[in-house]
């Protein structure tokens, strides 16, 4: 990350995120509120392709994410399914606060947690308290850097585990040059209806723009009824509106944050203890035997 980092810190962004939900009418996904976030804080396109500099995962995006789990914590939001965030009674009231205000109840939730935390698995007195700014120093970015330490197949075969364990069958890597960047196939079921998928995966740092999405789509014209790329990286707001460009064969678009999001949900190279606050940590063993 660039030393004159102009972009806000995490806890700044917590009555902006409050403010996005309610004007959402309550609830949105994840890319609708990064969306509605930047347009709220005026972020241009060269602050959102700010990237850290081990893992290339988006700093912007990165700190939204951290901004909804401390709002999380004080019972402000809720997230009751993946991807999908929803503004609590609490936090419809708490949007009228200052930003300064919000960062007093999301401490005292916090520090709440900690004791919570510390009650039940005491520490030794000379371990310091973290703080949440070191809390916040994400999980979801060890992993990103994790899996760009691992060869281009240990990470198809892990997008291919990641495909069945959220429902796809059938799912084969065929991915080899040559072949308009398609690295496999797979079949999802939905209902009575089953739908074949053409996938990509690759380990992308930084910004994903249109021309791959357009490309991914001519490689797959005629052989798939839907598309999906998984990547590291992240996608540009021009790349996400090529997938969904009406008459186009829609694509569906996993990024960085999507793709760990996903892996801790199914636990998949992730350890998840929680304690008011969740702990997460790799899973090395995990990613040994891909």
Known sequence: ??????????DELFKPAL??????????????????????????????????????????PDRMSWARSFLKLAGLVTNPRRGVWVLTEDGRQAARKSNVELKQIVGRAYKASLAAKKAAHPVDEGESDPGPGQAAEAWSDQLLQRMQTIDPAAFERLSQRLLRESGFTRVEVSGKPGDGGIDGIGVLR??????????????????????????????????????????????????????????????DLIDGEALCGLMKDLRLGIQVREVRLEEVSLNEEFFATI
């Open 1 to 10: 990350m660039k030393k004159a980092d102009p972009l806000p810190k995490y």
């Open 190 to 251: 939905v209902n009575l209806i089953s739908f074949q998928v053409l996938f990509q995966c690759k380990r992308w740092k930084g910004s994903i723009g249109a021309e791959v999405v357009r490309n991914f789509r001519g490689a797959m014209q005629g052989r798939a009824d839907k598309g999906l790329i998984i990547t590291t990286g992240m996608f540009t707001a021009d790349a996400r509106k090529e997938a969904t460009r009406d008459g186009a064969p829609a694509i």
């Open 19 to 60: 403010e996005v939900l309610a004007r959402l009418g309550g609830s949105g996904t994840i890319e609708e509120l990064d969306e509605a976030m930047v347009a709220a804080i005026g972020a241009t396109q060269e602050q959102f392709d700010v990237t850290y500099p081990k893992s290339g995962a988006a700093v912007l």
